[in-house]
């Protein structure tokens, strides 16, 4: 059993001081370095990328004299627009906006229907078309009306 003993005390002190801290968990080196790398690469490329866009463009377009035609407001293809920040819209703007969301909402109900169609089968099934018949009755009462008409 001696010989046992000593091989194991032998092999103990052959291992380096790393393997036997790695034992006792991450020193805090270990567990933060990583973590700052991270943010310090997080940081630097985009501080590269605004400084790169910055010697670029200047290699690119010169010195930046200014250009009373590009100092201008532009919007939409048109030099100046027309009303101001006060005006108001139509009604049709916020018809259109409404009708948007309802058929939006239609979408994000049948995400979860789909989920749910395995474990109710086909009586699921029958659920979705009453909902899609009510919503297509809706939309077709719309159309007819003319709502969905902008020139109207």
Not at 127 to 146: I, P, S, T
């Amino acid at each position: 059993m001696d010989t046992g003993a000593t091989a194991v005390a032998a092999a103990a002190a052959a291992l380096p001081a790393s393997a036997s801290a790695a034992q006792s968990g991450p020193s805090t080196f270990d567990v933060v370095f990583p973590l700052a790398l991270l943010l310090v690469i997080a940081a630097a490329v985009p501080a590269g990328m605004l400084i790169a866009n910055r010697v670029l463009s200047g290699l690119a377009h010169g010195p930046d004299t200014g250009n009373r035609g590009k100092d201008q407001p532009f919007e939409s293809g048109l030099t100046s627009t027309a009303g101001g920040a006060g005006e108001r819209f139509g009604v049709k703007f916020y018809l259109v906006a409404m009708l948007f969301l309802v058929f939006d909402i239609e979408v994000a109900v049948l995400y979860p229907w789909l989920l749910a169609f395995a474990a109710g089968g086909w009586s699921m099934l029958v659920l979705l078309l009453a909902f899609l018949l009510v919503l297509e009755v809706g939309f077709l009462y719309l159309w007819r009306k003319g709502a969905l008409d902008w020139d109207r």
